[in-house]
């Protein structure tokens, strides 16, 4: 216990220390977001913050992890998926800032690159990190066995939530907030597991979303871009394949499920019906076009994900008890 309150608390003061200077590294090369003319017109005030802040969130994480963890496997298995999601994110806001627009990499590239990382990730968790190939699901004794197709599963699982994460990390402090609860939720899932590491690794995540979220809090001072919205769906993700509880994610994950959402059925909507469900998507959007300030979104937002995650942690905690 007091390694992982100490993991937490030394990544949290990490991202409050190094912030500032980080954040004006970021200034003096230029390093800014560009924003879409799609989005809602208020955004285009955010032009130029600076951006790339995962880097700061994944640094703070892993400085923490390296002294109090033990580097077994099963955490190892999130950080190579975490760390390997980053990198992917970090190419595409390169691309962005080289190419000075909004897109980066083409969404089916990401995808590209995310397979043979996974199907590593995968392959370890299953030889080495305690995962295996059922579905478990709390208070359900049975699980389901899938077979060689968990690779599959696992692979729409991890990619899902990276991109997830990706879309919610569309207002300020909104996809650090809603991490760091889901993250701390998982984190304690593994605590009552007696899986040491991954709630020394949980929890510096979460410590470092928490002191990335000082500076990323309405007016954003700097963005996580792709590198860190990447990286963290990827680690949501991999927390729960490593802990059995990859069904459970739905839940205690359930904002980033409802975000993805929003935008499937928006395009499956005009696609085939040449109608809009929402005004705009991701659905945080729908709620700025209906007049609600991006505080009010933002803290709403973080009270459903807070709720989602204790319920998801409460339903486990039960199972636990019933078992």
């Known amino acids: 216990m007091i390694k992982i309150l100490g993991a937490t608390l030394v990544a949290l003061v990490i991202g409050l220390i190094t912030g500032p200077r980080f954040i004006k590294f970021l200034q ?3 390093i800014g977001q560009n924003i879409r003319a799609e989005g809602p017109e208020r955004h285009l005030a955010k032009q130029g913050t600076p951006t790339m802040g995962g880097i700061l969130i994944l640094v703070a994480a892993l400085i923490p992890y390296l002294i109090f963890a033990g580097k077994h496997w099963d955490s190892l298995v999130v950080i190579i998926l975490t760390y390997g999601s980053g990198a992917i994110g970090l190419a595409d806001d390169l691309l962005k800032r080289r190419h000075q627009r909004s897109l980066g990499l083409n969404g089916k590239v990401k995808l590209a690159l995310q397979v043979p990382l996974v199907a590593v990730a995968v392959f370890l968790a299953l030889r ?12 359900v004794k049975q699980g389901l066995e899938i077979g060689v197709l968990y690779y599959v599963f696992a692979f729409f699982l991890i990619a899902g939530f990276s991109h997830g994460v990706n879309l919610t990390d569309g207002l300020d402090g909104l996809a650090a907030g809603t991490v760091a609860v889901a993250m701390f939720a998982y984190a304690g899932i593994a605590f009552l597991r007696g ?18 979220l000082w500076y990323n809090t309405h ?15 990827a680690a949501l993700a991999g927390m729960a394949m490593v802990t059995e509880m990859e069904v459970l994610l739905l839940l205690i994950g359930g904002l980033f499920v ?12 005009f696609r085939y019906f040449h109608r809009r469900v929402f005004l705009m998507t991701p659905i945080h959007h729908h709620f700025e076009l209906k007049g609600w300030s991006e505080m009010k979104i933002i803290v709403r937002f973080w009270l459903v994900a807070a709720i989602l995650a204790g319920a998801g942690f409460t339903l486990y905690y039960l199972g636990n008890i019933a078992k």
Not at 128 to 139: Q, S
């Open 28 to 30: 003096m090369r230029g």
């Open 128 to 139: 080495y990190g305690g995962a295996d190939t059922k579905l478990m699901v709390p208070l």
């Open 195 to 212: 899986e040491t590491d991954l709630a020394i690794l949980g929890s510096c995540l979460t410590g470092a979303c928490v002191g990335f």
């Open 219 to 233: 007016p954003a001072s700097v963005f996580m871009g792709d590198t860190g919205s990447l990286a963290l769906g």
């Open 258 to 269: 409802i975000e993805a959402l929003s935008v499937m059925i928006q395009v499956f909507s």
